[in-house]
């Protein structure tokens, strides 16, 4: 009876227990926001139950985060090797380590795709092994491994940019990763620090025409461009995909973030929690990125009291950008920095006494570094700050502080143009519409308008900086009113001035990033409790 009665609520829900197949026009997929523990064990038999919970509620795929399976243990992934000629760790357990064994199971007697993270190694000493060696030593990689129904390892990708992770080595070959599925769709997947770069967030999506991505991550939260709902939500816009994001949840030290973007469409679901938890998230998703049809969950929002329990970071780089403090009720005025310009119109609408949250426009042409690596940054931003000071900006005020309507805002960012690289068959340049209100969620699309043209030279005669160029214009503006935004802004990566990093870290790197570990999974363990 109880089995019946939980049929009837899943279709109620619009979930079916039948699989998609490749006729249907949508299919339906889960994700795991993962609450991060030390305990590998326990976290092996939570996995099997979520992928249990998945499939019950009908779902063809599910993805868990990065590096919340296992702490230090590192898994065997022969794919290159046994897993050719015995592919389903399940019917082998003798041959493989339990982790492979056991999902391998989990996926065939749930009959599910699903796609884990774990720390992989390979032993370049063993001369038996028939994987590219370039040294004889043992390797550790950080490692997303794919399952289909029957339990088989279909797809085995290793992070090519690593986030420090000092005792990891990054791929050894920039192979991309990419599945197919039995209901007609083609999946690319990376790995978290991965999403900043053109190889492979990039690559993967233009070279192979994918249109549905797996992501899984351990996003550390930074305003006002890369919160993680924030910075999902806004690849999913501009690289017009299905966006399968699955985030490891450790409050204390900023991770939590996961979701189902379908294109210009938004988020199906999504949730971005001041909280521990452990959360699985299934939505149908259209297999036309953005052609969504009939009602979808949305931001799952939580208590404004758990707010700030979520540490976020703010880009340190922020103060030193060219910037401005918005003064009056109403302005339209430009600011530039080196070939990036930005024209603001900005309209305002304070409540009687308010003393704040304040406004500044921020404009960048640059470099960031991030874990020791540069990346070429552009951005034209309108950001919150607790006071006239720009130290002070981002500040994500309280309820209590929504002082401030922000009646109109325009931005037209006119920036480099994007070009195609034969080489790598995908765009050099990359601009994406982000946002963040102070629930932490990114504006719903219907609340903006984002507009890219190519700008004929011609039509910037009057602009010294920019004469004789061909150039990108954008245009991001608000729809209807806002009391609650953080940021809006454009942000831009510029991938020929990413600089190199050298990963042969020192002892010094490893003892530093092993106590990060140790810090990161303490906090998790303790928040568990």
């Known amino acids: ?47 099997v139950v979520l992928i249990q919970d998945a499939s019950a509620q009908g779902a063809d795929i599910v993805v868990f985060p990065e590096m919340t399976l296992t702490r230090r243990e590192s898994v065997v992934v022969p794919i290159n090797g046994t897993l050719k000629e ?45 994987e590219y060696c370039p040294e004889r030593k043992l390797y550790l990689f950080n490692t997303n491994v794919v399952f289909d129904r029957n339990g088989a390892v279909i797809d085995r990708y290793r992070k090519i940019n690593l986030f420090g992770e000092a005792t990891r080595t990054p791929a050894l070959t920039p192979d991309l990763g990419i599945f197919e599925t039995d209901f007609g769709v083609t999946f690319g997947h990376y790995i978290c620090f991965d999403l900043m770069f053109q190889v492979p967030a990039v690559q993967v999506v233009e070279k192979k025409n994918i249109t549905d991505i797996v992501f899984t991550t351990m996003w550390f939260s930074e305003m006002p461009y890369l919160t993680a709902v924030q910075i999902q939500q806004a690849y999913a816009h501009s690289m017009n995909v299905n966006f399968l994001a699955s985030g490891a949840n450790n409050v204390g030290v900023g991770s939590a973030g996961s979701g189902i973007y379908s294109g210009k469409a938004g988020a199906l679901i999504s949730i971005m929690p001041g ?62 920095d080196k070939d990036v310009l930005c024209h603001f119109q900005v309209k305002l609408r304070k409540r009687a006494g308010a003393t704040g949250p304040f406004y500044r426009a921020f404009v960048q042409d640059g470099v960031n570094v991030y874990a020791k690596r540069p990346v070429g940054n552009v951005g034209c931003l309108i950001v919150a700050c607790k006071t006239e000071d720009p130290k002070s900006c981002a500040y994500r005020f309280k309820k209590t502080e929504e002082n401030i309507v922000v009646e109109k805002l325009e931005i037209e960012m006119t920036t480099y143009s994007k070009h195609y690289n034969s080489t790598l068959n995908c765009d050099d340049i990359m601009y994406y519409p982000t946002s963040m209100r102070n629930n932490k969620f990114p504006l719903n699309p219907i609340n903006f308008t984002y507009t890219m043209n190519e700008t004929p030279k011609e039509s910037e005669e009057n602009n010294e900086i920019l004469k004789q160029k061909t150039r990108e214009h954008i245009t991001y503006k608000l729809n209807s009113p806002q009391k609650e935004l953080v940021s809006f802004g454009v942000w831009g990566r510029i991938f020929n001035r990413d600089g190199k990093i050298s990963y042969n870290p020192s002892n010094d790197d490893i003892n530093k990033y092993i106590e990060i570990e140790n810090h990161i999974f303490d906090i998790g363990d303790k928040k568990k409790h």
């Open 1 to 47: 009876m109880a089995g019946i009665s939980l049929l009837i609520f899943m279709c109620l829900l619009g979930f079916s227990t039948q699989r998609s197949t490749p006729e249907d026009t949508s299919y339906t997929a889960a994700v795991v926001e993962y609450q991060v523990q030390s305990n590998s064990t326990i976290n092996l038999k939570n996995y």
């Open 86 to 130: 015995y592919p389903i760790p399940a019917l082998q357990p003798e041959m493989y380590d339990e982790i492979l064994v056991s999902i391998s199971e989990a996926a065939r007697q749930n009959q599910i795709y699903v796609v884990i993270n774990v720390q992989e190694v390979l032993n370049c000493t063993d001369d038996a092994t028939v």
């Open 275 to 336: 909280v521990p938890t452990t959360r699985l998230l299934v939505s149908k998703v259209p297999k036309v990125p953005g052609e969504v049809e009939g009602t979808y969950p949305g931001p799952i929002y939580d208590d404004p009291s758990t707010h700030d329990d979520l540490i976020l970071i703010t880009d340190p780089s922020l103060p030193s950008h060219v910037t401005r403090l918005l003064r009056e009720e109403s302005e339209d005025f430009t600011l530039f």
